[in-house]
């Protein structure tokens, strides 16, 4: 069984950083994608970025590109999205995910975090 858990969310100004962190259980970690996802009230959970088992191939969604970085580290079991230039938009619970291939759909996933809030003001 995989278990995720996210950290790092919280309230910021908007053009400011944050830095979400997913801890993720089980020995198989450096064989999952790795994703986030993030849902607005009232709103579908939607694709943010995503990273293959590797570390090589990042993928972003377009309202996202050139702010948000994805990253992992396999050796200890953790997937992180720095966050910068923040607008209120942004603002979401978001989801750390794992699955078997670097999709941008839900589906495509296994595994879930319970999910961090990111909260930014204007």
């Known amino acids: 069984q995989v278990q995720l858990v996210e950290s790092g969310g919280g309230l910021v100004q908007a053009g400011g950083s944050l830095r979400l962190s997913c801890a993720v259980s089980?020995?198989?970690?450096?064989?999952?994608?790795m994703g986030w996802f993030r849902q607005a009230p009232g709103k579908e959970r939607e694709f943010v970025a995503a990273?293959?088992?590797?570390?090589?191939?990042?993928y972003y969604a377009d309202a996202v590109k050139g702010r948000f970085t994805i990253s992992r580290d396999n050796l200890k079991n953790t997937v992180s999205l720095q966050m910068n230039s923040l607008k209120p938009e942004d603002t979401a619970v978001y989801y750390c995910?794992?699955?078997?291939?670097?999709?941008?759909?839900?589906?495509?996933?296994?595994?879930w975090g319970q999910g961090t809030q990111v909260t930014v003001s204007s």
């Open positions: 990273i293959n088992w590797s570390g090589a191939s990042t």
């Open positions: 995910t794992a699955g078997g291939v670097p999709g941008t759909m839900a589906v495509q996933y296994d595994y």
């Open positions: 089980g020995r198989t970690f450096g064989t999952y994608a």
